[in-house]
């Protein structure tokens, strides 16, 4: 006899776990189906966990900042223990560097002015006190080691930067995911390991459940794709692909992991900074080291991958990443091999998550968030709980999209921001900034 479930969630990532959490706690008896051994070894493993709110949309500001008072108040968020200990949010704060090009930033603090969210305007004085490490010559554009200007400063200072002090960094996402899935499991949610979906089932125009590798059928009438990488094919599996305007794909992205500069205690006196002149962002990680990550400017590569058959070893990429960060930092020794890790982005057409319902009806879907959407996951989550909810009481969320209440700030979102069906949207950033 098939097992028989409330709703299954294809994925057991942060926003996957964060799902089942949800659901469970309204009373639905959910299942976390993952093709990996764990909850977060996926790309969530690979994340960097930063916490901001800089977004280039007004409901993503609003999201991100109802998000920062989750993992604030991470405990109380999860209400249950977790034999392994609770994640720790470093509310640390993030700084944004002011350069000519990124005049995306004035749209930004307009939806922050809006909201009520606070940020603090930084003159070259300000971050050369909070920095002394910092040289604030101008590099731009970013470039990689193969340019003959690589490393030449293209001419004056920056202009100054941007700080938000409701920001930081999770050190620690996987285990940030394990204390999701202890959540979920405490309401009465379950989890099911190295076990991939092979189908979605349908009876007419509804799921009805879906079929794994080893031939189980597991019966449920809401299916959830958070599927990650993979969510394009899942979406095709289910047939939902055909009721989309909005498409993803996955994105091959490394990040360098290198200990920071000698005499400069970074792990405490550091912060997240966003660096669109050198095209880095970077935050402080345990044993006193610098993670850095790159905003994906023009020089460097978008890959798109196979999610079962790509490179997983580091390239000249994560070096170029160290050597750009190095520019900004001039005491950084940066390894001919430095570490770190690769992983996928699941992205969007315009960088920007698809969190919606779709057709067949009972199918769910929230993809197109790798890279940043972490920040997101607990009230993503609540989010598609409410979604879910309110499609499956017979609301036309297509006609009439969802008024979602957050729940920390008070603010109604407008969930047809992110919609399925949207055109792109045109004040995204078109990067990994979202």
């Not at 299954?8 to 299942?31: E, N």
């Not at 350069?99 to 070259?124: F, K, N």
């Not at 057709?359 to 993809?367: D, E, S, V, W």
Request: glycine letters at 10%; a negative charge.
């Amino acid at each position: 006899m098939a097992r028989t479930v409330d709703a299954v969630i294809i994925g057991a990532g942060v926003i996957g776990a964060s799902i089942g959490h949800q659901l469970a706690l309204a009373g639905r008896k959910t299942l976390n189906v993952d093709r990996l051994p764990a909850a977060g070894y996926g790309p969530t493993s690979n994340s960097c966990g930063i916490i901001r709110v800089h977004y280039s949309t007004r409901t993503g500001v609003a999201l991100a900042h109802e998000g920062y008072h989750c993992w604030r108040n991470w405990a109380e968020h999860l209400g249950a223990e977790d034999e392994r200990g609770l994640a720790e949010f470093r509310d640390c704060g993030c700084l944004v560097i002011r350069t000519g090009g990124q005049d995306h930033l004035s749209p930004v603090l307009g939806h922050l002015d809006a909201l009520g969210i606070p940020y603090e305007d930084w003159d070259r004085e300000a971050i050369a006190a909070r920095l002394p490490f910092y040289a604030l010559e101008r590099f731009s554009p970013p470039r990689v080691m193969s340019d003959p200007l690589f490393g030449e400063p293209s001419g004056g200072m920056v202009e100054g930067a941007v700080y938000f002090p409701t920001a930081g960094y999770v050190g620690d996402p996987q285990l940030a995911t394990h204390n999701l899935q202890r959540a979920a499991e405490a309401a009465g949610g379950t989890f099911l390991f190295g076990r991939t979906v092979t189908a979605v089932l349908r009876s007419g125009d509804r799921v009805c459940g879906v079929e794994l590798d080893d031939g189980e059928r597991i019966e449920a009438p809401v299916i959830v794709n958070v599927a990650g990488p993979h969510s394009a094919r899942i979406n095709r599996m289910a047939g939902a692909d055909a009721d989309m305007t909005i498409s993803t794909r996955p994105i091959r992205q490394e990040v360098a992991h290198i200990p920071a500069p000698r005499g400069i205690e970074f792990e405490r006196d550091g912060l997240v900074v966003f660096d669109g002149d050198i095209g880095c962002a970077v935050r402080p990680d345990s044993g006193n080291h610098v993670l850095i990550s790159s905003e994906l400017p023009p020089c460097d590569p978008r890959e798109e991958v196979d999610p079962d058959d790509y490179n997983r070893d580091l390239t000249d990429q994560a070096l170029n990443q160290a050597y750009r960060y190095a520019q900004r930092v001039p005491t950084l020794e940066v390894s001919p091999r430095p570490g770190g890790v690769v992983g996928l982005y699941d992205v969007s057409d315009d960088w920007l998550p698809i969190y919606d319902r779709a057709r067949p009806h009972g199918f769910y879907m929230a993809i197109g968030t790798s890279g940043n959407q972490f920040k997101n996951a607990p009230c993503a989550g609540r989010m598609m709980a409410a979604l879910i909810e309110y499609c499956e009481a017979g609301n036309d969320h297509d006609a009439s999209p969802l008024q979602y209440r957050l729940e920390r700030t008070g603010r109604t979102i407008d969930t047809a921001g992110f919609s399925r069906r949207r055109s792109v949207t045109s004040e995204s950033s078109f990067s990994v900034l979202g």
